[in-house]
Structure formats: C-alpha cells, structure tokens
C-alpha cells in the first residue's frame, strides 16, 4: 500500500461516488469541499490509500491555525 496525495479531481471524485459511506457526510473528504476549506485560509492535504494503482481508501487532513502560531491538523475521511 501507497500513501499518495490526489490531485485528480476526477479520480477523487469518482472514488467518493463508487464508495458512499453510511453517514452521508463523503462530502466532506469532497474536492468541493477542500476547495472551500481553502478559500477559508486553511491548508488541505488529500491523500489516497493506493493498492496496485487502485484508491483504497481516501482522505483529507486541513490545517487549523490557531492564536500565537500554533495549529492543528484534523481529518475527513
């Protein structure tokens, strides 16, 4: 297994429409999503779980700034 960072939008996309989760909350590990979280000031990281070239698993890490330069990462998946 491959850690990587997605960068296709499509292939993000896709993934997230072949695997709904139960909550109803993929939009959240969303390209739409990321790109407003970025818009926000935050930083996104999508990564991807990749096995022999298929996604596994997907997820997004954002960046939160705090007060005095201090910061936190928390994910979606």
């Known amino acids: 297994m491959e850690i990587i960072t997605l960068t296709d939008s499509k292939k993000w996309t896709d993934f997230l429409m072949a695997n709904p989760g139960a909550s109803g909350l993929e939009f959240l590990a969303s390209p739409q999503w990321a ?3 970025e818009r926000e000031g935050k930083t996104v ?7 022999e070239g298929e996604i596994k698993a997907l997820f997004c890490l954002l960046k939160e700034n705090l007060p005095a330069g201090f910061f936190y990462w928390s994910a979606s998946s």
């Not at 990281?45 to 096995?51: K, S």
């Open 35 to 37: 790109e407003l979280m």
């Open 45 to 51: 990281l999508p990564l991807a779980a990749v096995v």
